[in-house]
């Protein structure tokens, strides 16, 4: 594993016993310790009249200790591997036909045997959902000067194309809004503008469906969701509520932020007129029936990273409720608990299927319940069953950060959180007991989108992901402005009105 660069210091004169580890930092083609060193040798032949046995002694072992220093310095650097070496390979694995053991990889058996090792077809899967996960960020309006400030940039006929995403085998057929049921005050919105696109809901997610070849290839028509994590503020303090709320008839609890961005809508609102339990259920319900009735065997995988992980583990619970017999998998990255052990009982009992890929050194999986959780269980026969304590739900793929040569190993809170360096890990994991793969496909690069995890041998810019000039534009005359959006990636709630209206004819 590589290890934290020392500070570069010169090797003191031999009396005093001190060698201090080299660097990478160079002087005239030279480690800086190194040059330090044969400086000091050459000065002492300056300044003194040594016998020749003297000066052949002091020369061999200057040799010997720059010999060495060269050697252990070769050797800090090549624990790094090079990306340059895969700059001419795929960056995907290759698409095995799954078809006849597709229920297995969705989770029929809890991916029994197939996590530990990382069997390479269950890999592929993971990837190909969290990239979706991914999609939601990457194409996000983050941009506080923009009036479209928390809305996608694209139509949903454009965003895999913008994305890099039209090899996945999927078509998005529905974008998802939400809001929050609390009061937003002035510095909790993110636009700066007074006239914006809409100053209480944000884009959240997408319903996307799999194309007749990827159908073929995985053996069933699946439809896909993606659920964002959290990037607005209003999200951030909803998240942190930290109380559970009744859902659905029984003792079943979930945590109310969740919750209330799941549920909430408003007729004064221009997208949330019906929630994002709503138009989500909709859109996968003419999905199941349309499918269905083409006599096709479909499934629903859900997916999302941090938040996201969590309203798609609130999605997968509505939707057992609704289609009973559909197989529902739920794919999360990075998420917190999420309800009470009722509610994770009744998951269970509905046969949802849920893989949690976690980082040991991620906190947010952790929350909420970091003292109280399901550990108490073992104390049933004292206590009772606990209505109040926070469960998580379903099976742990849990990574390392230590195990990849390419990450920082400090503790980088947010950069350890990031879906990308979750990515990053999935496809180099081969089994608990061994490092990163060396036939990992995912570009290495990709980690620094949005932090600074990876090691500063490989040059790489944090934080690089961004719109050229960031978006600004070089108009007729020379000018540089802020482009108007192509009409069609404009959000529109009279179509948005207009599709519902339809999908609840449809229903």
Known sequence: MATATSTTKAILPLHHHHHHPPTAATKNGLPISIRAYKDFILEFHQNQKPSNRAIKLAESLSNMLYQQIERNLNHRTSNVPRIEDKHDTPTMSPKEDISKKWQEIHGSNDWNNLLDPLHPWLRREIVKYGEFAQATYDAFDFDSFSEYCGSCRYNQQKLFEKLGLTKSGYEVTKYIYAMSQI????????????????????????????????????????????WRGTVAPSEWYDNMQ????????????????????????????????????????????????????????????ITGHSLGGALGLLNAYEAAKNFPGLPISVISFAAPRVGNIAFRDELYQMGVKTLRVTIKQDVVPRMPGIVFNESLQKFDDFTGTLEWVYTHVG????????????????????????????????????????????????????????????????????????????GLERNFHGRWVKPTRDPEDIPSPIVESYNNVLEMQDS
């Not at 138009?279 to 499918?291: F, G």
């Not at 849990?398 to 990031?418: F, T």
């Not at 036939?439 to 932090?451: I, Q, T, W």
């Open 183 to 226: 009061d937003l005050p002035q510095w909790l919105e993110r636009s700066r503008f007074v006239d914006t696109w809409s100053k209480d809901s944000n884009w959240i997610g997408f319903v996307a469906v799999s194309d007749d070849e990827e159908t073929r290839r995985i053996g069933r028509r699946d439809i896909a969701v993606a």
């Open 242 to 301: 930290r109380k559970l709320e009744p859902i659905g008839q029984g003792e079943a609890k979930v945590e109310y932020g969740f919750l209330s961005i799941y549920s909430s809508k408003s007729e004064s609102t221009r997208y949330n007129k019906s929630s994002a339990s709503e138009q989500v259920m909709r859109e996968v319900m003419k999905l199941v029936n349309y499918y269905n009735g083409r006599g096709e065997e479909v499934s629903l995988t």
């Open 395 to 470: 099976v742990e793929l849990k990574l390392d950060i230590r195990s990849s040569p390419y990450l920082k190993k400090g503790m980088n809170l947010v950069g350890i959180h990031m879906l990308e360096t979750y990515l990053h890990l999935v496809d180099g994991f081969l089994d608990s007991t061994t490092t990163f793969r060396s036939d990992a496909k995912r570009d290495v690069v990709l980690v620094n989108k949005e932090c600074d995890m990876l090691v500063d041998e490989l040059r790489i810019p944090h934080n690089w992901y961004q719109l050229e000039n960031k």
